[in-house]
């Protein structure tokens, strides 16, 4: 079967980067994907033998059933860009002012639309069902992935698979770690309200900027002190805002950040300590507070069995060497909704290349993926449908 499947990679490989370089073309951002999810249907259409639904107005998802019971495994891609102004000169570079496929995502639609005609041609040799789910928003809290989960998508799925491309591990390289592989996100708002006057009279007044940059400096002291040095936390003011003239003491700042942690329990922490540090220092000021913190995507985890399957699968096809291991990152993916549903394994594909000058990050206005790493995110993709299955 081997031979059978490298013989169809070699034959849609072609279509795959063509399919690429369309979405990269034309980007859409989260939420409003509907060109995107048009083409990805009718190119679905065109391979005949699957159940196609529109779950949402800009998602897809395709099934696909084999002539043996087995297992559902789903594969999921997201389709949506950024609102990035693309800076490459390409010929296929983006089409849509201030937005950009600075991600990836064209990269995974084009893969799991490789790897859907390929196991429709594999359909009497497939066990169970591969469910192809075509992802909306998951650059947008509150994310697609959450809305298809509530829309019944991932009933029944016994597994499902994720792949993300990255720009800053080298083509060629996989890595396939097993538990918390992103982080939960969070983000928090908090309003300083002192009492304004004249710069000249700083005695007669409440100063809100004093009040704030007291609380940016004590929540550094979360993560330096008040948390294990083992757990894993990230605490980061980004926006501190207030004032509008040289003379005049302001009435309110307001002070925006993030929050990056691993498990349940450092985050509830993260969450209690920001709010009391904001009471106590504000307190102590006579100022008053306002705090909203806003749970963001989960960790996405990676269940250890489905994991170590497809780590002996990946082995068996990309060999040993390939296969690599990492930390996990502090970034975010709404992925999580489906992981806390169902056994999942969500894996980090190589599509850097210094060789060709694609050393960009992801959200980076120069971002690039070596379009060598596309087949071979195919090529996962449909084994992991076979061998799984």
């Not at 079967?1 to 034309?26: G, K, T």
């Not at 993560?223 to 003379?247: E, I, K, W």
């Not at 985890?301 to 002996?312: A, D, S």
Request: proline share 5%; with cysteine.
């Amino acid at each position: 079967m081997s031979d059978q499947i490298n013989a169809l990679l070699e034959a849609v490989e072609a279509d795959v980067i063509r399919w690429r370089r369309y979405f990269h073309q034309y980007p859409e951002l989260s939420f409003q994907e509907r060109k995107t999810a048009q083409y990805v249907y009718e190119t679905l259409q065109s391979f005949g033998h699957l159940e196609i639904s529109r779950p949402t107005e800009t998602s897809v998802v395709a099934r696909l059933i084999g002539r043996q019971p087995g297992k559902v495994l789903a594969l999921r891609a997201d389709m949506d860009a950024l609102p990035i102004a693309e800076e490459n000169p390409f010929p296929f570079a983006s089409q849509n002012p201030g937005v950009m496929h600075a991600c990836g995502h064209d990269g995974h639609t084009a893969m799991l639309l490789g790897a859907a005609k390929i196991l429709v041609q594999l359909k009497d040799r497939l066990k169970g069902e591969v469910r192809f789910i075509f992802q909306h928003a998951e650059e947008q809290h509150p994310g697609g992935a959450q809305e298809l989960v509530k829309a019944g998508v991932i009933e029944g799925v016994d597994e499902i698979i994720g792949i993300h491309l990255q720009s800053l591990i080298p083509v060629g390289k996989i890595v396939i770690s097993t538990g918390p592989v992103t982080a939960n996100s969070d983000r928090f708002d908090i309003t300083i309200q002192g009492k304004g006057g004249h710069a000249s009279q700083p005695h007669e007044t409440i100063d809100p900027i004093v009040v704030g940059s007291q609380v940016v400096t004590n929540l550094q002291q979360i993560v330096s002190r008040g948390c294990d040095p083992f757990a894993q936390l990230v605490v980061s003011v980004t926006q501190f805002h207030g004032g509008s003239a040289y003379n005049v003491i302001p009435d309110t700042v307001t002070l925006k950040g993030s929050v990056r942690s691993l498990s349940a329990e450092v985050r509830e922490h993260a969450r209690q300590s920001i709010e009391q540090i904001v009471q106590g220092v504000a307190a102590a000021h006579r100022a008053t507070y306002t705090f909203d913190y806003r749970m963001g995507y989960s960790s996405v985890v990676n269940h250890p069995e489905v994991t170590e399957k497809l780590r002996q699968i990946a082995g068996e096809v990309f060999g040993q060497s390939a296969l690599h291991t990492m930390p996990p990152s502090m970034g975010g993916e709404d992925f999580s909704a489906f992981s806390q549903k169902v056994p999942a394994c969500y894996v980090w594909l190589g599509a850097g290349n210094q060789a060709k000058g694609i050393v960009y990050p992801h959200h980076h206005p120069r971002f690039n993926i070596d379009e060598d790493s596309l087949i071979m995110g195919v090529k996962l993709f449909v084994h992991a449908a076979v061998g799984l299955s």
